[in-house]
């Protein structure tokens, strides 16, 4: 399978742990976007690289939240602390430099009890 | 402030009827709109971007800066297009910040 690949696909955790998510983009895909989607919502932008550069946060990445894209390939979402609030899919996306189709992987689940 | 609105949760037709899904939005300047689709079990895709101005499997959407509007259209639905429907907006940099709206649920009835 050559799509976004995201690991794990399902994280339960307790409340105040940490969790790190990776995702591996389309190979050769120069931009990497980070959402996060709950209940009955659409997905909400978190952030985006370009390569190894991350430009452009939301509000809604408090500091809790760490996203790094080392050497511009796959990508870590960072959670400190979470809290049951943080419970959501998180999902990552990959596209071409010119921004074309973007495609999306399968998501990880993060449960805080 | 940039905002979708789909107001339906639910939309269920009969197969062979006509499908109109709706997506208004809230944006200052011009926007790029799209229609993204998951089907049970699949991941999130691309649909349709109104500037492509495609039909995808059988899909049309037109865009109505005056109604600000997107409306997602099908002359006869099948079954096969059940799925989650999600209208999303972009203000251009980078063009996948999408402002996604809450989805709608197409339910074909045989």
């Known amino acids: 399978d050559t799509g976004v690949s995201q690991d794990p696909r399902h994280k339960i955790t307790k409340r105040g742990q940490n969790v790190t998510f990776r995702c591996d983009p389309i190979?050769?895909?120069?931009?990497l976007y980070w959402y996060r989607q709950t209940l009955g919502q659409g997905p909400e932008f978190l952030t985006y690289?370009?390569?190894?550069?991350?430009?452009?946060k939301s509000r809604l990445l408090s500091d809790r939240f760490s996203a790094e894209r080392p050497k511009g390939s796959f990508s870590t979402l960072e959670i400190q602390r979470t809290e049951q609030g943080d419970s959501a899919m998180y999902l990552c996306?990959?596209?071409?430099?010119?921004?074309?189709?973007?495609?999306f992987g399968s998501g990880t689940q993060l449960s805080v009890l | 402030a940039q905002r979708v609105t789909q107001p339906e949760k639910l939309l269920s037709v009969f197969k062979g009827a006509p499908v109109e899904l709706k997506c208004n939005y809230s944006?200052?300047?011009?926007?790029?709109l799209f229609w993204y689709v998951q089907y049970s079990r699949q991941r999130l895709q691309l649909l349709l971007r109104?500037?492509s101005r495609e039909s995808i499997k059988g899909f049309t959407a037109d865009l109505n800066k005056g109604e600000t509007s997107f409306h997602l259209k099908k002359p006869f639905a099948q079954e096969e297009d059940s799925a989650m429907y999600y209208c999303?907006?972009?203000?251009?940099?980078?063009?996948?910040?999408?402002?996604f709206g809450a989805g709608t649920i197409l339910r074909v009835k045989s």
């Open positions: 999303a907006l972009s203000g251009l940099t980078p063009l996948n910040k999408l402002v």
């Open positions: 109104h500037i």
């Open positions: 690289f370009q390569n190894e550069a991350q430009l452009e």
């Open positions: 190979s050769e895909h120069n931009r």
């Open positions: 996306a990959s596209s071409p430099f010119r921004d074309e189709k973007l495609f």
């Open positions: 944006y200052s300047g011009s926007p790029e």
